[in-house]
T-cell receptor, first 113, second 117 residues
Framework: DQQVKQNSPSLSVQEGRISILNCDYT??????FLWYKKYPAEGPTFLIS?????DKNEDGRFTVFLNKSAKHLSLHIVPSQPGDSAVYFC????????????FGKGTKLTVNP | GAVVSQHPSWVICKSGTSVKIECRSL??????MFWYRQFPKQSLMLMAT?????????EQGVEKDKFLINHASLTLSTLTVTSAHPEDSSFYIC?????????????FGEGSRLTVL
């Protein structure tokens, strides 16, 4: 049973537009969420995180929104750049992030020039 | 979908002993496997990349002799923490890809919690 779901395996957007990547979770114990970015032939790198006490966290062009009642989070990238083309993984943890990460299957983002 | 399984999910050991963690791809051939260490609220630390049949490539700062990685078959990679110490206590996560170098889809294991007493 998948506890973290990324239902869109791929997403294609035009450069300069907004990219929205979605993630749903089922475990109500999750209270810490992270997004990772992965380029081909590299390991995932941390992008941004959010604690369940917040509903939004912003870092430059990247914003993560958390809707606890819907058990849904999303990553917004504005404006999207070709260099953002990568696979994005959503991950969740409990106990304030001290428990093991549970990953979604990833969404491949392609930003077209 | 592809499944990657880790075993054990939780292990407790005494300081000075060695612990082996297995990472298996259950329904695909994992040409490349990655091993990570998870720190609370922090990014995953990539420890090493292993391609089936060849020696693992370790990231800078990771002790090769302490964290032994073997990828002897297309469905199994193992991480052995030798002479474990309390500071090695952490979550260890593997991921697997059917593409060489991990350029294809990446699937994560459930993680293994190591507690060293």
């Amino acid at each position: 049973d998948q506890q973290v779901k990324q239902n869109s395996p791929s997403l294609s957007v035009q450069e300069g537009r907004i990219s929205i990547l979605n993630c749903d979770y089922t475990n109500s114990m999750f209270d810490y969420f992270l997004w990772y970015k992965k380029y081909p032939a590299e390991g995932p790198t941390f992008l941004i995180s959010i604690s369940s006490i917040k509903d939004k966290n912003e870092d430059g062009r990247f914003t993560v929104f958390l809707n606890k009642s819907a058990k849904h989070l999303s990553l917004h990238i504005v404006p999207s750049q070709p260099g953002d083309s990568a696979v994005y993984f959503c991950a969740a943890s409990s106990q304030g992030g001290s428990e093991k990460l549970v990953f979604g299957k990833g969404t491949k983002l392609t930003v077209n020039p | 979908g592809a499944v990657v399984s880790q075993h054990p999910s939780w292990v407790i050991c005494k300081s000075g002993t060695s612990v082996k963690i297995e990472c298996r791809s259950l329904d695909f051939q994992a040409t490349t496997m990655f091993w990570y260490r998870q720190f609370p609220k922090q990014s995953l630390m990539l420890m090493a990349t292993s391609n089936e049949g060849s020696k693992a490539t370790y990231e800078q700062g990771v002790e090769k002799d302490k964290f032994l990685i073997n990828h002897a078959s297309l469905t199994l990679s193992t991480l052995t923490v030798t002479s474990a110490h309390p500071e090695d206590s952490s979550f260890y996560i593997c991921s697997a890809s059917w593409a060489v170098g991990g350029t294809g889809e990446l699937f994560f294991g459930e993680g293994s919690r190591l507690t060293v007493l």
